[in-house]
């Protein structure tokens, strides 16, 4: 039994907060409940309610938003959607990276978002080309 409980708390362990949560959230044996609020404290969680888990709300079905000759591109715009909060992948990288000539074959690397995010989406990337997110030439990255 020890043996049991001590693999649910590595596995705990690796968590990270918001999974923590839903998986507590969802319930454990009577003898492992101790071991996931111990977990808990040390990180200065509180036991969630079934409500207080935040579920996952459906954005829409995915679409292109953009199309990119090289999947580096892709990353990087899909790096700047995401620290918008807006959520994006990358499609089609792996068909693309095992042969060169499939890239125009293919129409490129897809950037994709939820239906819902498009015009957030849209903006972000005007913005960008833009130049809104550009650093200063005296940007100080230590300040």
Known sequence: MDFELNNLRAELDRLQDHELLRRCAEGFAEEAEPVARAVLRERDLAWPT??????????????????????????????????????????DQHLTQANDLWVPALGGVRLQVPADCLQAAQAVLEGFRRGEFALADDFDPGA
Do not use: M
């Open 50 to 91: 079934a409500a207080a888990v935040e579920v996952p709300v459906y954005a829409g079905d995915w679409i292109t938003l953009e199309r990119t000759w090289t999947p580096t591109e892709a990353h990087v715009l899909r790096g700047l959607l995401v620290s918008a909060d807006i959520p994006a992948c990358v499609a």
